[in-house]
């Protein structure tokens, strides 16, 4: 738990500091159609980390329904340590993302960075809740797929793996604005 509130601070910070001191222009910014802005990095980010709260919530109140494939013990494995290699920040290969994680297309308002570093402290605080259901090695289905299952364990690394992988992604971004 510690370990994942540790990178969670540390992401949020780094965002913060390589980000703050943009303009809504800025983070907005794009060089074509087809990449993402700063802003949609982390709107990204905001929205694919909220798609697991109910499922946090449907565990807290036991009325959460596992597929009936989270009891497959090898394909939990497979499949997600499939998806944390898939979000590595060193894994360079463009991934499609599901339609329900995609971002804002429009403008995303300049105070991005405050509800982001707003939902980081939510995130902490759900990862902390759920540490029963961790220990227990409780398994779940994405909240974009049922047919991909991976242990709760498994979906924090991948939210904080991934997160990481935006980072580096918005950076990049930020050092092509400057070219600009």
Do not use: C
């Amino acid at each position: 738990m510690k370990n994942w509130i540790a990178q969670i601070d540390e992401t949020t910070t780094i965002f913060q500091a390589s980000f703050g001191t943009l303009t809504e222009k800025e983070l907005n910014w794009k060089p074509n159609p087809a990449t993402w802005s700063i802003a949609q990095n982390i709107d990204h980010l905001i929205t694919i980390n909220q798609t697991y709260f109910p499922i946090l919530m449907a565990l807290k109140t036991e009325k959460y329904q596992p597929h009936f494939m989270t009891k497959i013990g090898f394909l939990t494995s497979f499949l997600g340590n499939m998806l944390l290699k898939a979000v590595e920040p060193t894994n360079k290969k463009k991934i499609k993302t599901f339609p329900i994680w995609e971002p804002a297309t429009s403008q995303i308002s300049g105070d991005i960075l405050a509800r982001f570093a707003k939902h980081q402290g939510q995130l902490k605080q759900e990862i902390t809740a759920a540490k029963v259901f961790v220990e227990k090695g409780t398994v779940i289905s994405s909240p974009a797929n049922k047919y991909i299952v991976y242990k709760l364990a498994t979906a924090f690394d991948i939210m904080v793996m991934h997160e990481k992988r935006h980072l580096e992604q918005a950076k990049a971004l930020l050092l092509k604005l400057k070219e600009v």
